[in-house]
């Protein structure tokens, strides 16, 4: 029997032709494209989403808007079957709707690195049901929140739960600067005794405050109005001195974090992080990075005194004296210069420059000294020079010599990384047993909340899974969500990340 039919082929053209039985091979009935027409279009949708499909699709010369990709995915969704498939080794981790508001998450299978399911929830409940669904899994790995961890407890009793070793190290670092903040006063008062010359020993040697000694390097498009801005900085910095005190005498009145954190209306974390710290918490300054013509700063100067303008001359001289990059440097050196020579050049030169001396070591830039000491000193010596590296090698000797409560952290912590290097997993309980005898109170606490998820870290030391296959998924989602935002559903966002599922 004969069949004839108008219909859209795959180039996008009208046609009317007569088929053989096979007709409904090509073309579904009452339908006015071809089977392999709905294929292509539905690979379209699902590789780039409704908008951008449709753009291709007319470049391709086929027919079908935006709302004709998105309803032929939603459509092959409901007409196909999910795959089953055996999972052994999957990876849980959360992503965000809406950040600090509404969070899903999302299941990866970390032997096929491929994403396996999202669900529109971050609770323990659907993921715990989604889990005993799947009861071949072996191994969950999954962050130190407590969310997935108790969901894997229900769901699969049967799986091993394998600690994220990311973010236990971040863990610590955090703890390194909530204990370093608490002792800030005393790192403060040996630094200075060290840039005076003084021994650190000495307790009679007063501290200068904040806004009369603290140096911090200018930018550059701010130097012109270099009073203004430290002006606004100082009111800055004067404005939340004034709110950490608020939140302590609230504090000290009995309130907690969460009520304090609506009165002064204040991120509960910012009140959290005020109330650990015991004493105001410094924003640490940012620091310029050194430039190789900041080398032959000097001797630019002193011809520019001379009255030599012409940059491409003085650009052949330095590099005569072993200069290696390109004049564009030495041009932009010379064009502040030129706006600001010669009442404002000392700014100038310390702001376009090698950066002013800090005067006060950090508690992020201390986490870093303390815990991986070669690593800190190798790069400050390349960017800041050996006269910088030797005060902080000083600097940290004195820290590990005069404070028992920083020698302690130092010890524990740098243990802890190693046992991660070399997956020592057998050391782990013995140096839980260690550091909960600590008189630092920081260690200790770190030290139990390692101890009750003891199983997770324990054989985060013994495989060799991990969340970054998750998180770069999460990556992934971020980016064809965004590239969604507006038109499409829980479901399409569904089919696109994880359309094997």
Known sequence: MLHSRRFFCAN?????????????????????????????????????????????AHELQMSGSRDTLLRSMRRWAAESSPSVQELHVVGIDDWAFRRGQRYGTIICDLERHRVVDLLPERAVQSTADWLRSHPTIQ???????????????????????????????????????????????????????????????????SLPTMEADDLVPVPPERVVGYGTYEAERTRRRERRVARYEEVVALHQQGLGSLRIARRLQMSPVTVRRYLHAGAFPEHAPKRTQVKEV????????????????????????IREQG??????????????????????????????????????????????????????????????????????????????????????????????????????????????????????????????????????????LQYQWS?????????????LKRQMYGRARFDLLHLRVCPAA
Request: net charge positive.
């Open 12 to 56: 996008g053209q009208c046609s009317t032709r007569i088929f053989t039985e096979r007709l409904p091979e090509l073309v579904a009935p009452y339908a006015r494209r071809t089977l392999a027409l709905h294929q292509a279009l539905q690979l379209i949708g699902l590789a780039l989403g409704g908008r951008a499909g449709a753009a291709l």
């Open 294 to 317: 900041d080398t032959y700063r000097d001797y630019l100067f002193q011809r520019w005194q001379q009255g030599a303008r012409n940059g491409m001359l003085l650009w052949r001289e």
């Open 467 to 479: 969340q970054g296959p998750v998180e770069g998924q999460v990556n992934r989602l971020k980016f």
């Open 139 to 205: 191994i969950i790995s999954r962050d130190r929140g407590g969310t997935y961890a108790e969901a894997a407890r229900l769901g699969a009793p049967q799986a091993l739960q394998v600690a994220d070793r990311w973010h236990l190290l971040n863990n610590l670092g955090q703890m390194v600067q909530q204990v370093l903040q608490r002792h800030y006063k005393e790192v403060r008062r040996i630094e200075h005794s060290l840039s005076l010359g003084v021994a650190p020993e000495d307790p009679g040697v």
């Open 323 to 460: 200069f290696t990059q390109s004049s564009g440097s030495v041009y932009e050196l010379l064009k502040c210069w030129q706006n600001q020579w010669p009442t404002q050049y000392q700014s100038s030169a310390q702001a376009r420059g090698s950066p002013r001396p800090v005067a006060w070591t950090y508690p992020r830039h201390l986490m870093w000294l303390l815990l991986y000491p070669e690593r800190t000193l190798a790069r400050t010596e390349k960017r800041e020079g050996h006269e910088r590296r030797d005060q902080l090698q000083t600097l940290r000797d004195h820290l590990l010599a005069q404070c028992p409560a920083l020698a302690t952290l130092t010890q524990k912590s740098q243990e802890f990384i190693a046992m991660f290097k070399g997956h020592q997993a057998q050391r782990l309980s013995p140096w839980i047993e260690q550091t909960l005898l600590c008189d630092e109170p920081g260690v200790a606490q770190f030290a139990k909340g390692i101890q009750q998820d003891y199983q997770a870290v324990h054989a985060a």
